[in-house]
Nanobody
């Protein structure tokens, strides 16, 4: 089970940190990813991280602004979002799978989503 939190309303240029806590299963056995879905748009990949955090993967749209990290001792993955833009407004979902790739269908477990709204 994945529980995401940390969303909210922020002004453009601001920062937020999302968290996703996992329960049930061995957290370090899963690659973790963040995806987002804006109103009227398809879900898109944001970032992913390998089992022990040694490898990360980012969408071009967030490179240099977002950082994914994980704490296996706390069974939690994070998404630090800086320099937020209005186009980052979306529901953000965390996901767990055997790989840490951009393809959503490679992930087996999904959190419920947390809403991020960036005002201009």
């Amino acid at each position: 089970q994945l529980q995401a939190c940390g969303g909210g309303l922020v002004q453009a240029g601001g920062s937020l940190r999302l968290s996703c806590a996992a329960s049930g299963g061995t957290f370090s056995s899963y690659g973790m990813g963040w995806f987002r879905q804006a109103p009227g748009k398809e879900r898109e990949f944001v970032a992913a991280i390998s089992y022990f955090g040694t490898s990360t993967n980012y969408a071009d749209s967030v490179k240099g602004r977002f950082t994914i990290s994980r704490d296996n001792g706390k069974n939690t993955v994070y998404l630090q979002m800086n320099s937020l833009k209005p186009e980052d407004t979306a529901v953000y979902y965390c996901a767990a799978g055997r790989l840490w790739v951009a393809r959503a269908d490679e992930y087996n477990y999904w959190g419920q989503g947390t809403l991020v709204t960036v005002s201009s």
